[in-house]
Structures are given as structure tokens and as C-alpha cells.
């Protein structure tokens, strides 16, 4: 079992910035790769980027191509979002996830933990 613990959300006008994290304890000595979705409110889960194992490759929605960065700290157990030039559409509920395999999936059933999630608010 892995448990992931978000962190970083909160309210922020367009054009600006937020850092999340997350944090994951259990069985972490497993290659997992991580990503993160968000759902808005009435809309499904959607993919927003994702790392593997080493951090040797990366994936990102059309959405936030350019905007965003994804890291991780293997030796810390932490991925990072680091999401700048933000729009009211980057509104939603941002969760961490992570998926025992080692390519990166964009799907949500693809990935087998995931937080609880942190509220992120883009105000226009």
C-alpha cells in the first residue's frame, strides 16, 4: 500500500503561481510512476502530467504544456506540480497519483493510489 498526501493548493489570481507537492509513504521502495489529475466541478478526472521512476521521461496535457513542470525526489518520496502563468480554467480539485508500472498511462485507471487532493482556485 502507498498513502499520497497533497499539499500546496489555494487561491491565486490569473497569471500566477502555485507549487504542489506530494508526499507518499508505505511501500515506496517500488517504481512508481506518478502523475496528477484535477477534476472541476460537474467534470471528470483528467490528466495533467505525469513522471516516471527516474524522472527519465515526462508527459503533460495540451492544457498545461508550457505552463506547467512536473519533478520528483525520488530519495525524498515527493513529486512536485509546479504550475505558473495560471488561468481560471486550471480551477479544480488537483490529485496525486500513483501507477505500479513504469510507463506513463493518462488514464485514471490506469494509476492504483491516490490522495486525497488540494483545492486549487484561479480567480480572474
Known amino acids: 500500500q502507498v498513502q499520497l498526501v497533497e499539499s500546496g493548493g489555494g487561491l491565486v489570481q490569473a497569471g500566477g503561481s502555485l507549487s504542489l507537492s506530494c508526499a507518499a509513504s508505505?511501500?515506496?521502495?517500488?517504481?512508481?510512476?506518478m502523475g496528477w489529475f484535477r477534476q472541476a466541478p460537474g467534470k471528470e478526472r483528467e490528466f495533467v502530467a505525469a513522471i516516471t521512476w527516474r524522472g527519465l521521461s515526462r508527459d503533460y496535457s495540451d492544457s498545461v504544456k508550457g505552463r506547467f513542470t512536473i519533478s520528483r525526489n525520488v530519495a525524498a518520496n515527493t513529486v512536485y506540480l509546479q504550475m505558473n502563468t495560471l488561468k481560471p480554467e486550471d480551477t479544480g480539485v488537483y490529485y496525486c497519483?500513483?501507477?505500479?508500472?513504469?510507463?506513463?498511462?493518462?488514464?485514471?485507471?490506469?494509476?492504483?493510489?491516490w490522495g486525497q487532493g488540494t483545492q486549487v482556485t484561479v480567480s480572474s
Open positions: 508505505g511501500r515506496t521502495f517500488n517504481p512508481y510512476t
Open positions: 497519483a500513483a501507477d505500479r508500472g513504469t510507463v506513463i498511462h493518462t488514464t485514471t485507471e490506469d494509476y492504483d493510489y
